[in-house]
C-alpha cells in the first residue's frame, strides 16, 4: 500500500448461523468467527489497519468486527450504526461520508448485496485486475475489499475509488 491517498476497507460480515430470534439476532458460526479473524491477520500483514469503522447493529456484522479487530490487534471501538443493515449502496455512502477527516484507513462491515453494490459504485474503472476479477466472481461472507480513494470522507461519491486488492477470509 503507498502512503498516498485514503484506504476503504469494505468487508460483508463472516459467515452466520442460518436462523435466530430475528435476523438481526443472527450470530457467527465457528467457521465464521475463523473467517473474520483470519481477514484482521490479513489486513495487518497487507497493512491496511483501520483508524475508524463503521458497523452494521446486526449480531453478526458486530461479531464480525470483534474477530477482526482482535486478530489485527487493534483497539478501535467501532461506531454502530443501525442505518446500516438495512442500506442500499447509496446510504452507506453517506455514511461513510461522516468518517473523520483525519483518517485515512476507513472500514466499513455490513450485508450484502449493499457491500458487493458498494465497491462496484465507487470503484472508477481501473481496478488491479486480479482484485477486480476476484470482486466480480462474487462477495462471499468473510470477504473483504481495500479500495483507494480520491479526496476527503466528505466528498466521497461513486467512480472515486479504485479497487487495489480483495481478501475472503478462509480460516
Same mark, same amino acid.
Given at each position: 500500500m503507498s502512503d498516498e491517498g485514503r484506504r476503504l476497507v469494505v468487508m460483508r460480515h463472516a459467515k *452466520?448461523? &442460518?436462523? $435466530?430470534a430475528s435476523d438481526h439476532d443472527r450470530r457467527l458460526t465457528a467457521r465464521g468467527a475463523r473467517d473474520a479473524?483470519?481477514?484482521?491477520?490479513?489486513a495487518?500483514?497487507?497493512?491496511v489497519l483501520p483508524g475508524h469503522v463503521f458497523v452494521s447493529t446486526a449480531a453478526r456484522a458486530h461479531e464480525t468486527w470483534s474477530a477482526f479487530s482482535a486478530a489485527a490487534d487493534l483497539d478501535v471501538v467501532p461506531q454502530l450504526?443501525?442505518?446500516?443493515?438495512? *442500506?442500499? &449502496?447509496? $446510504?452507506?455512502i453517506e455514511v461513510l461520508r461522516t468518517a473523520p477527516a483525519s483518517e485515512t484507513v476507513v472500514m466499513i462491515v455490513g450485508h450484502n448485496p449493499t457491500m458487493a453494490?458498494?465497491?462496484?459504485?465507487?470503484?472508477?474503472?481501473?481496478?488491479?485486475p486480479a482484485a477486480f476479477a476476484e470482486v466480480a466472481a462474487g462477495f462471499p461472507t468473510g470477504a473483504l475489499a481495500v479500495l483507494e480513494v480520491r479526496g476527503e470522507w466528505a466528498d466521497l461519491s461513486m467512480a472515486e475509488a479504485r479497487i487495489v486488492d480483495f481478501h475472503v477470509g478462509r480460516g
Open positions: *452466520a448461523e &442460518p436462523v $435466530a479473524a483470519e481477514a484482521g491477520e490479513w495487518r500483514s497487507a497493512g450504526d443501525a442505518a446500516l443493515y438495512s *442500506a442500499g &449502496p447509496d $446510504a452507506a453494490q458498494l465497491v462496484h459504485l465507487l470503484d472508477d474503472g481501473g481496478a488491479e
